[in-house]
């Protein structure tokens, strides 16, 4: 009787198996048509001699110790990302935790606030730096204005000076910060009151409550916060680009090729590198190397952070 069942068990056990394909086809699709197949591209160009025009030929591991130990930009690019990666994401975790808890303890006029705060998030990348570049002009910015009114005598350059143009940038990703309000103003109106009311019984102060309450119930969402800060800020391009070519003065017109950085390379990015090589000197193995070695520094990083021994995530979560 077993026997004579088989054959219809296999049939069914074969149309559970396609109807979950199925089910699966659009995240498979997805996956191989914007994850696998580039990142597999990417590795087989970065092996190769190809300007875009004609046939790519092998070159083994020249583009690798071009970019790894010849390229003089590739350092300071590097250097530039990881300094934003490690201060524009703890300070936007920080500065968005902050206002969340801000907004969440206003009692009047908090839809206002909330509006306020998150408006400048809707800002597009180019119109918020452009913006930012004007204010901070050292010549006629309304900022170093108010900094000279108040006896400032020597107020900062801010994008003109290679020490200030990268906290400049973080200034300006603070402004836009709406967005991780919105996270962690959700998180903590989450939190059950009546812990906070146990807290308060027993003697716990406004620092214990954080430590004790708010944060445990958080850090999932502080995890996802640093993570997803990460891989953003790693592929950091459009504000300092333009941050850089507005500073600059230089005009830009038709066939007008600018290098990024400016000042002195200090806005610089390996994902502004990236594009430099590849669609202005039409270096395509060595943009490739960079754009791997970019997801490779992503991805460790990404991991160390997963790990619960980073200590962002208590052992339960």
């Not at 875009?52 to 690019?77: D, H, S």
């Not at 807290?199 to 119930?217: K, M, N, Q």
């Not at 996802?224 to 800060?229: D, I, L, N, Q, S």
């Given at each position: 009787?077993?026997?004579?069942h088989?054959?219809?068990?296999?049939?069914?056990h074969?149309r559970?198996?396609?109807?979950?394909l199925?089910?699966?086809?659009?995240?498979?699709?997805?996956?191989?048509?914007?994850?696998?197949?580039?990142?597999?591209?990417?590795?087989?160009?970065?092996?190769?001699?190809y300007?875009?025009?004609?046939?790519?030929?092998?070159?083994?591991?020249?583009?690798?110790?071009?970019?790894?130990?010849?390229?003089?930009?590739?350092?300071?690019?590097?250097?530039n990302?990881?300094?934003?990666?490690?201060?524009m994401?703890?300070?936007?975790?920080?500065?968005?935790?902050?206002?969340?808890?801000?907004?969440?303890?206003?009692?009047?006029?908090?839809?206002?606030?909330?509006?306020?705060?998150?408006?400048?998030?809707?800002?597009?990348?180019?119109?918020?730096?452009?913006?930012?570049?004007?204010?901070?002009?050292?010549?006629?910015g309304p900022?170093?204005?108010?900094?000279?009114?108040?006896?400032?005598?020597?107020?900062?350059?801010?994008?003109?000076?290679?020490?200030?143009?990268?906290?400049?940038?973080?200034?300006?990703?603070?402004?836009?910060?709406?967005d991780?309000?919105?996270?962690?103003?959700?998180?903590?109106?989450?939190?059950?009151?009546e812990?906070?009311?146990?807290?308060?019984?027993?003697?716990?102060?406004?620092?214990?409550?954080?430590?004790?309450?708010?944060?445990?119930?958080?850090?999932?969402?502080?995890?996802?916060?640093?993570?997803?800060?990460?891989?953003?800020?790693?592929?950091?391009?459009?504000?300092a680009?333009?941050?850089?070519?507005?500073?600059?003065?230089?005009?830009?017109?038709?066939?007008?090729?600018?290098?990024?950085?400016?000042?002195d390379?200090?806005?610089?990015?390996?994902?502004?590198?990236v594009?430099?090589?590849g669609?202005?000197?039409?270096?395509?193995?060595?943009?490739?190397?960079?754009?791997?070695?970019?997801?490779?520094?992503?991805?460790?990083?990404?991991?160390?952070?997963?790990?619960?021994?980073?200590?962002?995530?208590?052992?339960?979560?």
């Open positions: 009787m077993a026997l004579s088989a054959p219809e068990l296999r049939r069914k074969r559970t198996r396609l109807r979950t199925g089910f699966l086809s659009p995240w498979l699709v997805g996956f191989s048509v914007f994850f696998a197949y580039p990142l597999i591209a990417t590795v087989y160009f970065s092996f190769m001699h300007n875009q025009i004609k046939e790519p030929t092998f070159v083994g591991l020249r583009n690798w110790t071009y970019v790894l130990t010849q390229m003089p930009l590739f350092g300071p690019a590097l250097w990302t990881l300094w934003l990666v490690v201060v994401v703890a300070l936007r975790v920080v500065f968005g935790l902050g206002i969340g808890m801000l907004v969440t303890k206003i009692k009047t006029g908090v839809g206002l606030f909330r509006t306020a705060f998150y408006v400048p998030y809707l800002a597009p990348p180019v119109a918020a730096t452009v913006a930012f570049v004007f204010l901070l002009s050292p010549g006629s900022v170093n204005e108010i900094l000279s009114a108040l006896g400032i005598d020597s107020p900062p350059t801010w994008f003109n000076d290679p020490a200030w143009a990268k906290p400049s940038l973080v200034m300006l990703s603070l402004w836009g910060i709406g991780l309000m919105v996270i962690f103003m959700a998180a903590l109106l989450d939190v059950p009151k812990q906070y009311e146990a807290a308060e019984l027993d003697g716990a102060g406004a620092w214990a409550r954080f430590r004790y309450v708010t944060w445990p119930s958080i850090t999932p969402i502080v995890m996802f916060a640093v993570v997803t800060g990460v891989v953003q800020t790693m592929q950091y391009y459009t504000q680009l333009v941050a850089g070519k507005l500073a600059s003065g230089v005009s830009v017109g038709p066939g007008t090729v600018i290098q990024p950085g400016y000042p390379h200090a806005t610089l990015t390996v994902p502004q590198l594009y430099s090589l669609f202005q000197n039409f270096n395509t193995g060595a943009a490739c190397v960079l754009s791997l070695v970019l997801f490779a520094i992503a991805m460790a990083v990404t991991t160390l952070l997963m790990r619960k021994r980073a200590g962002l995530l208590s052992a339960e979560d």
